[in-house]
């Protein structure tokens, strides 16, 4: 049994500015705490087509993913199914190409994206052609 003094329990706590999702996951967004949830590859190629990228993404992760293209020419989708998915954003820089990828979805199924597909998808774009030089 903990016992507390009478001066801790009637001192006034800061307010906490944390939205009810986070303090229900007593999640800090705080970034020395938590590693980036929105995985980023840099491959050593500038100029990376988008077609290039989702072909080397089809092959690393076969035939049970759907890659797509997106709205923009530097964007693509891979669902495996209907309620798990990432998207791809392209963005050159300098002599190599970066590739963000977060989860699809909304609220918690999008952070359990964050942590599963996005995190396959980028670990394939790592080991694909794209990465070698």
């Not at 303090?23 to 590693?35: D, E, F, G, I």
């Not at 035939?63 to 990432?86: C, I, R």
């Amino acid at each position: 049994m903990v016992v507390r003094e009478p001066s801790e329990l009637s001192r006034p706590r800061p307010p906490d500015h944390r939205s009810s999702v986070q303090r229900a996951l007593c999640v800090r967004m705080s970034p020395r705490r938590l590693p980036r949830l929105m995985p980023t590859v840099t491959v050593p190629r500038s100029e990376v087509s988008r077609d290039e990228a989702m072909e080397a993404v089809r092959q690393q992760l076969g035939p049970e993913f759907k890659v797509k293209p997106g709205g923009h020419d530097e964007v693509f989708s891979v669902e495996k199914g209907t309620l798990t998915g990432a998207k791809v954003h392209i963005k050159p820089n300098g002599g190599s190409t970066q590739f963000h990828v977060h989860g699809t979805g909304i609220i918690i199924g999008r952070i359990i994206n964050e942590l599963g597909i996005a995190r396959r998808v980028a670990s394939a774009i790592s080991k694909s052609s794209l990465a070698q030089s």
